[in-house]
């Protein structure tokens, strides 16, 4: 596994830059939602940490809370993470939830660790059209974001900010992963909602964060549904 994720990802980095910087698009969103408690997911864990070596992808780890019950309560975990996968389940019109799961971009799903599943949903992504002109800033403990919209949305956009801590070594001793110490790359830490954009005239914020952990903000269709743009100061 290891040795064939190392490949599929290699020719990953090689391919995403060349067409992302041609085109200026958008680094590309991918979700993962993951647990400490569940045996599936370190193999996706390591997908996760292979795509933080890309600048154009910007790859967040959701930790779930439903494992918990296995004897072993996720660090990092978040009940709002939970809801947020069980929202993009009713968006897909499932009913049921998985870990390992990665969402691409808001709307492509893969469960399981497929490495080429999710590099070609990928491919999709970066040939999208990219309908926002965003910019963000960052003095001190102030976070600046200006947005113009270049195309027109039936609905208004979700403004979000999520922060991550970038690296974490965690020791599991029960549950599933019992004995295991396991690399957790890109975990989200806040994901708050700003407001919402109507689109029809140029979006102007400023923020306050603190820490020196990166920020990423994040202009999503309802539901949730597509990111058409996303950002990230570090």
């Not at 600048?55 to 309560?73: K, N, R």
């Not at 992504?125 to 270049?150: K, P, Q, W, Y």
């Amino acid at each position: 596994m290891r040795q064939l994720l190392g490949s599929v990802m290699c020719g990953l980095a090689m391919t995403l830059p060349a067409v992302a910087h041609a085109d200026d698009h958008p680094p590309i969103i991918v979700e993962l939602f993951t647990s400490q408690g569940c045996s599936s997911c370190p193999p996706a864990d390591e997908i996760l940490a292979e795509l933080a070596q890309s600048d154009d992808v910007i790859p967040l780890a959701l930790h779930v809370d439903y494992w918990d019950y296995i004897g072993w309560a996720d660090s990092f975990a978040n009940p709002a993470f939970t809801e947020r996968q069980k929202r993009y389940a009713a968006q897909a019109g499932e009913r049921t939830i998985y870990t390992p799961q990665f969402v691409i971009g808001g709307v492509d799903h893969v469960v399981g660790a497929h490495p080429m599943e999710l590099m070609e949903l990928m491919r999709r992504h970066i040939i999208m059209a990219d309908g926002i002109d965003l910019d963000l800033e960052r003095s001190g403990n102030t976070l600046s974001l200006t947005a113009e919209s270049l195309q027109s949305f039936a609905t208004p956009l979700m403004v979000q900010l999520v922060r991550y801590q970038p690296n974490a070594q965690v020791d599991i001793e029960r549950g599933e992963n019992a004995g295991k110490t396991v690399d957790y790359t890109n975990i989200v830490t806040s994901w708050d909602d700003l407001g919402e954009w109507d689109t029809r005239t140029p979006l102007s914020l400023s923020v306050t964060i603190e820490g020196d952990a990166p920020a990423v903000v994040i202009l999503q269709e309802p539901g949730p549904g597509l990111i058409v743009s996303a950002g990230r100061v570090r």
